[in-house]
């Protein structure tokens, strides 16, 4: 019960953040990111580059081929994901089996709340105005929270926090972590019907729709409309 009700929490919260789940499961680990412009020749060989990140486990490395402006997206998700799930946890544990759940869980989530101290702090991240978050996410606007992680953190190298993060989370094991990792495997799915358009482009990826921008000559993966507030 209590590793269900773990992945049921993450669940949410990475779908609250943008995260797309679609059953898709990796490993327990991260490298911890790759810095470096990012993108593609093509949007083909831009999931090719996607598939062998994560191949490694290198979720940062996958972030960095997003649009460099989207990017603080995934930041985002990963921010109200360290900010959300100790609390979600502990209600959890309350609601579906009294103290003593409570007190299993609390102790899981202790490696990772220690992590993701330690993450913030190297990324600069620890004093972030939360209260001025709520905003950004009841409007369910993907601009409204790359506005506030790019005013919050200007300087913040998105693919790196990302990737601490994302190792920060195999701390609660492997079916968390792979969870949390779905919507990045997504990303290097078999691509079909590519159809581009000027500095646009659209295809399937593993058979779900997938959009592409060209920026300064190169290919990235366009996630800010599939992650645009509910029935999206």
């Not at 580059?49 to 990963?78: C, H, Q, T």
């Not at 190792?167 to 159809?195: M, W």
């Not at 358009?197 to 920026?215: C, H, Y």
Request: with cysteine; net charge negative; proline share 5%.
């Amino acid at each position: 019960m209590v590793r269900t009700s773990l992945l049921v929490a993450i669940t949410l919260l990475l779908a609250a953040c943008g995260g797309d789940t679609p059953g898709t499961s990796g490993g327990g680990s991260s490298s911890g990111g790759s810095s470096g412009p990012g993108g593609a020749e093509s949007p083909e060989a831009l999931v090719e580059m996607a598939r062998g990140f994560v191949a490694k486990e290198d979720f940062g490395g996958v972030v960095n081929l997003i649009a460099p402006d989207e990017r603080p997206l995934m930041s985002m998700g990963m921010i109200m994901l360290s900010e959300m799930l100790p609390m979600m946890m502990g209600g959890l544990g309350e609601g579906l089996g009294g103290d003593e759940a409570k007190d299993e869980l609390e102790k899981k989530m202790e490696p990772f709340q220690k992590a993701m101290t330690a993450i913030k702090k190297k990324h600069g991240v620890e004093k972030l105005d939360m209260a001025s978050a709520g905003p950004a996410m009841m409007a369910g606007s993907p601009d409204e929270a790359m506005k506030w992680v790019s005013e919050q953190a200007p300087d913040l190298d998105h693919g790196a926090f990302v990737g601490d993060v994302m190792q920060a989370l195999a701390k609660l094991g492997d079916e968390a972590s792979g969870k949390a990792s779905g919507g990045f495997n997504r990303l290097s799915g078999e691509l079909t019907d590519v159809k581009i358009d000027g500095d646009n482009a659209t295809g399937k990826i593993g058979g779900k729709p997938g959009e592409f921008r060209k920026v300064d000559g190169r290919w990235y993966f366009s996630v800010k409309n599939s992650m645009g507030g509910p029935g999206r």
